[in-house]
């Protein structure tokens, strides 16, 4: 096991930002995975396992501990039935490597899933979902190193709590498990009509009236490529609040100053989901650019905040200060960070 000292965390966050990581290691097997985490529990020393930091934003004064970069490779297949399929990736496969694969295979299940960012041992830690797709929709078991144990387990979905961005791997069990791979279960076909509404309106609009999985990956690849910045060209995490959840009561005191504003009903919970990023554009931060920072929102996306020059954490924190206050004073809502804060 090679270890560095003194890692710049701005090289594992999307967002480019942060302290040092006092160490460092990047495993590439199941094997290696154990002997790192097993090193840092030898020494009563904090671990943290991350894919390629698209969804963490670190703090600047860094992380005390070992940071464990998963590199796990890996991909097979196991034919249930003619229709139907298992399919098994490493924890370190990219995501979009691997959604591409599945769909070249003729699969449907994850093709709305395409050009999100990352590592496949990531995505159940916040149920990553897109265009009408969510991973517990199809993951069935996860392979994990149980800390607590000092050994590989599997972990069946149903297991996992996967709700809307959430799972236990953020919440009850958080840093516990460490994702070396994941089964999903696919089915050969097509995804069904009507699509999420911004794919359906696209295929619409070019008369597209069936897609199969590799033309539905095509379409949400050119849609979110209109509307998302590459992290690998423009600092960013993706959508930086969460959709906030509201009490009814709430929505209709505000729909009598905001009878315009958009929500999603949530079933049997007196309770609706309000598109932050409609609060952000109603509250001006529409391609808004901060001087004071140096962080900016992306003007096709304002949920999308974006690193423009900033040099601290601290000066994104400002940041998302800034548009919290605003939001909260306009409307009464209090945004929540989607990516991770970590560090000490
Ligand atoms: C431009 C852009 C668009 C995005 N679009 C979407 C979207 O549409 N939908 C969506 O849901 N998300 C989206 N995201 C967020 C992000 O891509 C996902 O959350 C992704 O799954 C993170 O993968 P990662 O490998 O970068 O994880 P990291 O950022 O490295 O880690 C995220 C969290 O998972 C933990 N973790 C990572 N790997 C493991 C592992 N193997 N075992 C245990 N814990 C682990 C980390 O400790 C951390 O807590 C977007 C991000 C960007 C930058």
New binding site residues.
Partial sequence: MFILDNVPLSS???MRLGGKAQHFTEVNDRNEMASAINWALDQNMPF?????????VWTDDGFPGLLIQ?KIQGFGTQNLTEAEVYITAG??MS?DDFVAKTTELGLTGLEM?S?????V???P??????YGQSVSDTLVTLE?YDSQARDFVTLRASDCQLGY?TSI??TSQ??R????GATFFLRHGNPQPPYYSALQQYCEARNLTELTPKAAREAVIDI?ASK????AVIA????FFANPVIPESQLLDLQTSYPEMPYWPIEGTNTVKIPAAWLMEAAGFKDYHDQATGMATWHAQPL?VINESAISTAQLLQFRQKVMDSVQQKFGITLTQ???L?GS
């Fill in positions: 594992y966050s999307t943290r396992v991350i894919g390629s930091g698209s969804n963490i998963n924890g370190g995501w899933l050009l999100i960012p990352g590592t041992g990531a995505t830690v916040q149920n990553v979902g897109a994990v961005r791997f953020k958080q840093g498990y460490a994702i070396t979110r998302l910045p590459d992290p960013n995490c993706g959508s999308v989607e990516p991770e970590l």
